[in-house]
């Protein structure tokens, strides 16, 4: 399991409700958050089939109460990026209670859009983790017959 550029559940201290925030001010949050050069958000066409998705996300994180149950029985993985202004790498590492093997990463140099302007650096950290997932499914397939 991996959480990115995410707070851990239990973490999540929001003033504001981004979520119902008007599109401009929205916008403003989200360039903030990130390598706004990517232009997108300059693309009213694009914005406008986005926007509805992002103030989604928003809110379901807004508006998220946590539980705090017992750790998941698989392993975890926090990535964060170092210059990341909505989530400190304390913040991420917080993951850490919810699985029962738990690594971190910390990009150096990156932003919270750090999948979207460095995909080939994530798909190079999450590679390991689909190999082992493979050879786990693949030992626990070869145990049913």
């Not at 979207?116 to 994530?122: A, F, G, K, L, Q």
């Amino acid at each position: 399991m991996v959480a990115a550029a995410a707070r851990a559940p239990h973490l999540t201290t929001l003033t504001e409700r981004y979520s119902e925030l008007s599109d401009a001010e929205f916008i403003r949050h989200l360039a903030k958050l990130g390598d706004a050069s990517t232009g997108w958000f300059d693309d009213a066409e694009l914005l406008s089939q986005v926007l509805p998705a992002l103030r989604a996300d928003f809110r379901m994180v807004d508006d998220y109460q946590p539980t705090i149950r017992a750790p998941l029985p698989v392993r975890g993985l926090a990535l964060c990026a170092e210059r990341d202004p909505a989530v400190s790498a304390e913040q991420s590492q917080g993951w850490e209670m919810y699985f029962t093997e738990f690594n971190q990463q910390v990009l150096p140099q990156r932003g919270h859009f750090f999948i979207d302007t460095n995909p080939e650096e994530v798909a190079a950290i999450l590679l390991p983790s689909l190999r082992h997932m493979r050879r786990c499914i693949g030992e626990s397939h070869a145990q049913i017959y």
